[in-house]
Structures are given as structure tokens and as C-alpha cells.
């Protein structure tokens, strides 16, 4: 759901006028539209924010706060120990498998955070680092939750979705949760299973509809099978443990998870932000939040305007489609021999014409977080004003960096 890009324009210049680019947005009224409409996509099932597609407190604390939402889905455990300490949550669910000796370590040490925080596991030599880092009899058991890969492997070699967990059938997740139960020092709470094929792959890119309708068919016959493997492993699990709670889908597949009866909550974020990797779904688009400007520097020749850096690519496949988005004013695109640039990105089309120094491109970044990565504030956008948030980065905390 895309709003007209003039107004959003002159709404967006007037309430950072007085800042100097680059400058990065949340536009409010979007942000808070996402929240509300993805609580509707869940059908009843609670909302586990996923803290990487955010990246700023404020905002994972707004999330929160609204009905249908609770706890997150955190990228790495010292994120995990920050969040809680700060007062954020008290319900953190650490995305994947750690090796950090001293987050461990100060982990084990509070009764507080192993009651707060749960970690991921899909193999026991995850158990055996832990046991080397801190013995089982010099802890409070600590929370575990086994990461179930969700690809589909049609035939043979064939694998559909992202390599994530070895541990793909059911009969791997009970062995699995049989080794954790015989286990000082552990308690199995959860099961996480998280169908990239289906919730990160848009079913109609622009442009591409012969890819888009191969897409649709693989996630139609993917999602029956995963369903029917998922609630197996969760059966398999259950026999050794009681288990606090199932997690599924992302942002691309809120609706089509929460109606897995295996599952008990969905997570989702990059949806909130509305990155432009999003606007290849057909069944569902976030309305578009936030945006980064970058200034107009020069005119090299007539329908060229160069911006001053530009170059914020998202993480992945290094395919065009993780370029930021050139998106007001309206008519902008790369030059295609220079593309966008670290330090200036030349931008061409008709609507070049009517830009000088001093004048504001607004880009989309590809992905959600990953624009928190380049500054130390959003402005918060409420109608024509705006307002400072830190960003983890501008908060000192780089934790992947």
C-alpha cells in the first residue's frame, strides 16, 4: 500500500529540513498502520518481534506495547542480556546457536536473565560448549529451544530454503530433545522452525512474473509438507519435554503460519519498516516506513543529479534487488554503469531535470534493520514533525559489527 509520493515528499523534507543528510526516517503513521494490520494477519496468535528488522528501542518498545505483541526474537545473546537489562522484555528468544564464552558466563551468572532469555540449539555440541563454559552445577538450568530446519527437500538433493538447522525430520528433533531431557543444567522450552522459502521469497516480483509463478507452486506444495513434518517434530519433542511455545514464519507469511495449528506464535519485523523486497508479494505489502535522504551535490549533464554517498546495499545474494530504491521524488533510477555509489551515486530519468545542489533524494533501503546500521538516529515522523531515536549503533551497540 503505497501513499501518494508528493505529499509524502513534502511531508518528509519539512520535518528534517533542519537536519543535515544523510538522515534516516520512521514515518509513524505507517509504522504504527503495519503493527496494527500484521496483529490482524496473526488471527489470535500472538506476535514475536523480530529485533534485527528494528534495531532501535524505541520503536521494539512501541511494538510491544500495542495489543498482540509480546517478547523478541533476538540475533545474538549479548543483544539478549542488553534487552532485557534495559527493560525492553523479559521474553527474549535468541535466533541462533551462540558461542560467546562471556555472554555465557554473565548469562548463568543471573537467575533473572536464564528465566528471561532462551537460547538456540540444533545439534548437542552446542550443549557440550555451554557445559565447558560454565558447569551444569554452577547455574540455574538455562532455557533451550531446538531450531527445526523448515526447507523442502522435494526429491533426492534437492533443497528448497535456506541452510539453517541439521536437523529436519521429526524423528532427528525428538533424538535431539531426548538428549537435552538426559541433561543436567538444561530445560527445553521451545521449538523454532522458520520457513524462509515461504515468509522471505516474494511470490510476484516486479518484472519477473514467469519467476513469480514458480515461486507460488513451489510455496503450495513447500507449505502441506511442512506443515504435516512440523507438527511430527513438535509431537516427537513433546515426548521429552513441556514445551512453552512453537515458532514459525516471518513478515511474508504471518497469515499462512498462524494457520498452522502446530504453531503457537509468529514472528515477524521486517514488515513494520516496509523495505522494498517486500513489494514482491502478492498476497500482502507493508506500507512503506522508512526511508533514508541523501543530498544533491551536482548536475553533470542534463537529466543526471549526483547525491552525495548512496551506496547502503542490504545483505545477500548481491543481486540487484538488494540496491537501495531511489523513491522521491518519483522518476529516479541508477545510472547502470555506476550503480549506487559508496561516496556519490549519480541518479538519471526525467525527474532529474527538476533537482539542484542542496535539494533531498528519498531512497528505500532493500531490507528492514540493516538501515540502522549507517546512523545513530531515526527521526521519528509524527504528521509534519519530528523526533531522535537511537538506533542500536548510535546506542554503542554494534553487535554483528
Known sequence: MFPDRSSLRQRLDKATDHLETPVAVVDLAAFDDNTARLTTRAGGKPLRVASKSVRCRALLERVLSRPGWHGVMAYTLPEAIWLVRSGVTDDVLVAYPTVDRAALTELAADEELAAAITLMVDDPSHLDLIDRVVPPAGRPALRLCVDLDAAWRPAGALYIGVRRSPIHSAAQAGELARAIAARDGFRLTGVMCYEAHIAGVGDAPPGRPVWGRAVRLM??????????????????????????FVNG????????????????????????????????????????????????????????????GGGWVASGTGEKSRLPTPWLPEGLSFKADEGAGEVQTPLVGAAADQLGPGDRVWFRHAKAGELCEHVNELQLVDGESAAPALTYRGEGRAFLG
Open 219 to 244: 510455496q503450495r506444495r513447500a507449505m502441506p509438507e511442512l506443515m504435516e513434518r512440523r507438527a511430527a517434530a513438535v509431537r516427537a519433542v513433546r515426548e521429552h519435554a513441556d514445551l512453552d
Open 249 to 308: 514464519g516471518g513478515t511474508g507469511s504471518v497469515a499462512a503460519t498462524s494457520a498452522d495449528p502446530a504453531v503457537t506464535e509468529v514472528t515477524a519485523g521486517s514488515g513494520l519498516y516496509g523495505p522494498t523486497l517486500f513489494d514482491g508479494y502478492r498476497d500482502w505489502r507493508p506500507t512503506p516506513a522508512a526511508f533514508f535522504a541523501m543530498s544533491v551535490v551536482r548536475r553533470p549533464a542534463p537529466r543526471i543529479a549526483t547525491v552525495l
